[in-house]
């Protein structure tokens, strides 16, 4: 031990001298520069995502219109103009409403039917062993088969009408709703269940106080994918088999648009998919996660 | 093995029937592929505004025994008594606090967290459940807090307001697993400190889990000492809040009791002596 005059053998000191001791007033902050500065007016712009949105928006709508103006082929690919003239004079006669009203009052049908279900399921998964393997068993072996795979099916079983088409819609709900809620209740904390049961919940009312608001970010992404899912379905159902649906929806609009060969009312349909899409996925499902995951700080 | 005295001088030992009553408690759990004896014939009793620490070295089953008192698993041998009634689950009159921070739920409110226990375990209506939940979060000092949501809050804060929830519900027993080990040490004391300060005022029984010696002699007026693998009694010692040199031994109660732990086992290192 190399020692210095001024450390006593054995102290917890090291070896070179001990420092001056200080204690400091605390300055004002005023005096320190920037600490706190407000952002400019662009990068508050700038970061709003919705703007940035509707700029991405705007210059793929651009780009749609230079290109068919320049192709200028209007029965191969119509401007973005003479499609939105189509939309509104579809909207105007009310067809298109009507159609999409029709598409929409089956999806939402189907919709409901799929989630009720993936709640039975989920529950009983959860409850029991059994329930646990049934979800799993069938989950794997029919998530991964297309519902308009079913179609044919469905319509021996159920005929030509909307029953067939709830029936394919809640297969292409269920499971990857049942799939997601169920995995997101699996990953709900161990303290959080104890919290549960010391607050004397049990059966029915642990599920909804506890498990799932707490596994309720899994449950939102799969009500998401499966609203992907059955739009997506229902549309293609009523392409192949439109005349299923009596009156017909969207899917047989832009079919029969095609047959017409009115190319911009089959933009105008597809058009109207996309916007229900949008509306669905920015407003609805934006609103929700506003209002829930994020607000709980469970999702940034 | 010396025997602690009620936690108010006023209750005399004699006559008073413990609130709960461990006797020959022996757990067991299962991993995947062991049986794990946690704890082995533990006895001891806790009287009515006890804080009793149960203190020992990581794998001694202190924190499996509080499970158990909460009644989240049962004894494989020997009873646990509240008032005299066996503990069959988890109920709303032992209320925990837990050591992780994710215990509030995090879609209430500070408010609507507290609030929630009380009226899902049917103690009070929404009125009655709202004015008592501002009440307790008044004495954890959250008051400017009851509209934010757990994310919004420090640790410190969100044990605060667990240990509010837990008192909101006045239960006959208030179990704790080590509520501030997740903390930084300032906030630690402080929180010792508070918890201190609230007993002074509502006089609860607290059942506490740690394993820090300094924290125990803070907190306990008794301390039970657990020995690991499995966790059996070792000893049972007073605390007066203050690590005082012992007359018979001449030692430090921090010292008696790390001699205690770790006379027999020199490899266990995990106990560690947290401010």
């Known amino acids: 031990m190399s020692s210095t005059p001024d450390v006593t053998a054995g102290s917890r000191h090291p070896a070179h001298a001990r420092r001056v001791e200080f204690v400091r007033e605390k300055i004002d902050g005023s005096a320190c520069g920037v600490v706190e500065k407000p952002l400019t007016a662009w990068e508050r712009v700038y970061n709003i995502s919705a703007l940035r949105k509707?700029?991405?928006?705007?210059?793929?709508?651009?780009?749609?219109?230079?290109?068919?103006?320049?192709?200028?082929?209007?029965l191969l690919f119509p401007t973005f103009g003479a499609t939105v003239a189509?939309?509104?004079?579809?909207?105007?006669?009310?067809?298109?409403?009507?159609?999409?009203?029709?598409?929409?009052?089956?999806?939402?049908?189907?919709?409901?039917?799929?989630?009720?279900?993936?709640?039975?399921?989920?529950?009983?998964?959860?409850?029991?062993?059994?329930?646990?393997?049934?979800?799993?068993?069938?989950?794997?072996?029919l998530n991964p088969l297309p519902a308009i795979a079913l179609l044919p099916l469905a319509l021996i079983w159920f005929g030509l009408g909307s029953a067939s088409l709830v029936f394919v819609l809640i297969h292409s709900v269920l499971w990857p709703v049942a799939l997601n809620t169920h995995s997101g209740?699996?990953?709900?904390?161990?303290?959080?269940?104890?919290?549960?049961?010391?607050?004397?919940?049990?059966?029915?009312?642990?599920?909804?106080?506890?498990?799932?608001?707490?596994?309720?970010?899994?449950?939102l992404t799969g009500l998401k994918i499966g609203w992907a899912f059955s739009w997506r379905t229902l549309i293609a159902a009523e392409l192949v088999f439109g005349v299923s649906s009596g009156s017909g929806g969207l899917g047989w609009f832009i079919y029969v648009s095609k047959n017409d060969l009115e190319i911009a009312n089959v933009f105008a349909g597809l058009f109207t998919v996309i916007l229900i899409g949008l509306f669905v996925e920015n407003v609805i499902f934006r609103n929700i996660e506003l209002r829930t995951v994020r607000r709980w700080g469970m999702q940034s | 093995?010396?025997?602690?005295?009620?936690?108010?001088?006023?209750?005399?030992?004699?006559?008073?029937?413990?609130?709960?009553?461990?006797?020959?408690?022996?757990?067991?759990?299962?991993?995947?592929?062991?049986?794990?004896?946690?704890?082995?014939?533990?006895?001891?009793?806790?009287?009515?505004?006890?804080?009793?620490?149960?203190?020992?070295?990581?794998?001694?089953?202190?924190?499996?025994?509080?499970?158990?008192?909460?009644?989240?698993?049962?004894?494989?041998?020997?009873?646990?008594?509240?008032?005299?009634?066996?503990?069959?689950?988890?109920?709303?009159?032992?209320?925990?606090?837990?050591?992780?921070?994710?215990?509030?739920?995090?879609?209430?409110?500070?408010?609507?967290?507290?609030?929630?226990?009380?009226?899902?375990?049917?103690?009070?209506?929404?009125?009655?459940?709202?004015?008592?939940?501002?009440h307790y979060?008044?004495?954890?000092?959250?008051?400017?807090?009851?509209?934010?949501?757990?994310?919004?809050?420090?640790?410190?804060?969100?044990?605060?307001?667990?240990?509010?929830?837990?008192?909101?519900?006045?239960?006959?027993?208030?179990?704790?697993?080590?509520?501030?080990?997740?903390?930084?040490?300032?906030?630690?004391?402080?929180?010792?400190?508070?918890?201190?300060?609230?007993?002074?005022?509502?006089r609860f029984t607290v059942l506490f889990v740690t394993h820090s010696i300094i924290e125990a002699i803070n907190i306990g007026n008794c301390i039970l000492l657990l020995s690991p693998h499995p966790g059996q009694v070792k000893a049972e010692l007073n605390s007066s809040g203050i690590d005082e040199v012992d007359e018979i031994s001449g030692l430090r109660l921090s010292d008696r009791i790390h001699k205690l732990l770790f006379s027999d086992q020199i490899e266990e290192r995990e106990l560690t002596s947290h401010v």
Not at chain 1, 54 to 74: P, R
Not at chain 1, 112 to 140: H, K, P, Q, W, Y
């Open chain 1, 185 to 219: 209740f699996l990953a709900v904390s161990n303290t959080m269940r104890m919290v549960g049961r010391n607050a004397g919940l049990e059966g029915v009312r642990y599920v909804t106080a506890i498990l799932i608001p707490a596994a309720f970010g899994s449950i």
């Open chain 2, 137 to 202: 979060i008044e004495k954890v000092n959250l008051t400017k807090f009851v509209d934010s949501y757990p994310h919004m809050l420090s640790g410190g804060m969100k044990q605060r307001v667990a240990i509010a929830r837990a008192m909101a519900m006045e239960p006959d027993i208030l179990l704790m697993d080590e509520p501030f080990a997740a903390l930084d040490a300032l906030t630690r004391r402080k929180m010792q400190d508070e918890l201190l300060q609230l007993w002074d005022d509502t």
């Open chain 1, 54 to 74: 509707i700029f991405i928006l705007l210059a793929l709508t651009a780009l749609w219109q230079a290109y068919a103006v320049w192709l200028g082929k209007s």
């Open chain 2, 1 to 134: 093995m010396l025997e602690c005295q009620p936690g108010l001088p006023a209750a005399g030992a004699a006559g008073e029937s413990p609130l709960l009553e461990v006797s020959g408690v022996t757990l067991q759990y299962k991993t995947k592929d062991h049986l794990v004896t946690a704890t082995y014939r533990v006895d001891f009793r806790v009287f009515r505004s006890d804080r009793y620490v149960l203190l020992g070295p990581s794998g001694c089953g202190k924190s499996t025994l509080l499970k158990a008192v909460g009644g989240y698993l049962s004894p494989v041998e020997g009873t646990i008594r509240l008032k005299g009634e066996a503990i069959a689950r988890p109920g709303p009159d032992r209320m925990m606090v837990f050591q992780e921070f994710d215990q509030l739920l995090p879609w209430k409110s500070v408010k609507q967290n507290v609030i929630f226990t009380l009226v899902n375990s049917g103690r009070l209506k929404r009125k009655a459940a709202e004015e008592r939940a501002l």
């Open chain 1, 86 to 141: 189509a939309l509104w004079q579809g909207i105007e006669s009310g067809e298109l409403l009507q159609r999409t009203w029709n598409s929409i009052s089956v999806l939402l049908m189907g919709y409901m039917c799929g989630i009720a279900l993936a709640a039975l399921l989920t529950v009983a998964a959860i409850s029991t062993r059994i329930g646990n393997d049934f979800l799993e068993t069938m989950t794997a072996m």
